[in-house]
T-cell receptor, first 111, second 110 residues
Framework: DVKVTQSSRYLVKRTGEKVFLECVQD?????MFWYRQDPGLGLRLIYF???????EKGDIPEGYSVSREKKERFSLILESASTNQTSMYLC??????????FGNGTRLTVT | GQQVMQIPQYQHVQEGEDFTTYCNSS?????IQWYKQRPGGHPVFLIQ?????EVKKQKRLTFQFGEAKKNSSLHITATQTTDVGTYFC??????????FGSGTKLNVKP
C-alpha cells in the first residue's frame, strides 16, 4: 500500500518565520504535489514536481517555493509565513496511471 | 488555471434518501477522478472515468462521465451515515496536473 507521510500533523508558526513542510512517499512515484485546502475552495494546487529537481507552478504559488532533491521527498517552503497562509496543507504522490495518494495533511496556523 | 465547477456545496439528506453531486468543465477533460474525504481525514480515491459516456458502479455509488467529456456526476442511492464526508471531483486536462472541484459536503441524518 502506498504511504505518503507528512512530517507534522499540526504546526503553529509566527508571522515572518520560514516554514518547511516535508513529505515523503515510498512508492517510487514520479509525480508529487502540494495542495492547500480551505473551506469552500476545495483543494488548490500550489506546486507540483514530475521528477527530481523539476517543478512547476500550480494555481497559487505566490509566497511558496518547493524543493525536490530526492525522488521520495518533496518539501514545501514558506519563505516568510503570513497569516493568510493559515490552512490545511496536503501532499500527494502519483505515478503512471495511478490516482493521487494523499498524506494525512498538516494544519498550519500562522499567528 | 483550469476550473472545475462542482455543485452543490452542501447537501443534507435523511438516511435512505439519494444524493448527487455534479462537476462541470468548460473544456474537454482527459479523465476525471472522484475522491471522498471523511471528516478529519484526507481525500481517498474512489474511481476514475476515462471514456466518453462511461458509467461505473460501486455498490450504491454510480459514476458517470458525459458524452462530451466535460461533465461528470456521482450518485449515491439510499444514503447511509457512513457516506458522510466531502466528495471531490478531480480533472486532468493534460499531463498529470489535477484540478479539484470545490467539493460537496454530504451530511446524512439518521
Amino acid at each position: 500500500d502506498v504511504k505518503v507521510t507528512q512530517s507534522s500533523r499540526y504546526l503553529v508558526k509566527r508571522t515572518g518565520e520560514k516554514v518547511f513542510l516535508e513529505c515523503v512517499q515510498d512508492m517510487d512515484h514520479e509525480n508529487m504535489f502540494w495542495y492547500r485546502q480551505d473551506p469552500g475552495l476545495g483543494l488548490r494546487l500550489i506546486y507540483f514536481s514530475y521528477d527530481v529537481k523539476m517543478k512547476e507552478k500550480g494555481d497559487i504559488p505566490e509566497g511558496y517555493s518547493v524543493s525536490r532533491e530526492k525522488k521520495e521527498r518533496f518539501s514545501l517552503i514558506l519563505e516568510s509565513a503570513s497569516t493568510n497562509q493559515t490552512s490545511m496543507y496536503l501532499c500527494a504522490s502519483q505515478g503512471g496511471n495511478s490516482p493521487l495518494h494523499f498524506g494525512n495533511g498538516t494544519r498550519l496556523t500562522v499567528t | 488555471g483550469q476550473q472545475v465547477m462542482q455543485i452543490p456545496q452542501y447537501q443534507h439528506v435523511q438516511e435512505g434518501e439519494d444524493f448527487t453531486t455534479y462537476c462541470n468543465s468548460s473544456t474537454t477533460l482527459s479523465n476525471i477522478q472522484w475522491y471522498k474525504q471523511r471528516p478529519g481525514g484526507h481525500p481517498v480515491f474512489l474511481i476514475q472515468l476515462v471514456k466518453s459516456g462511461e458509467v461505473k458502479k460501486q455498490k450504491r455509488l454510480t459514476f458517470q462521465f458525459g458524452e462530451a467529456k466535460k461533465n461528470s456526476s456521482l450518485h449515491i442511492t439510499a444514503t447511509q451515515t457512513t457516506d458522510v464526508g466531502t466528495y471531490f471531483c478531480a480533472a486532468t486536462y493534460n499531463f498529470n496536473k489535477f484540478y479539484f472541484g470545490s467539493g460537496t459536503k454530504l451530511n446524512v441524518k439518521p
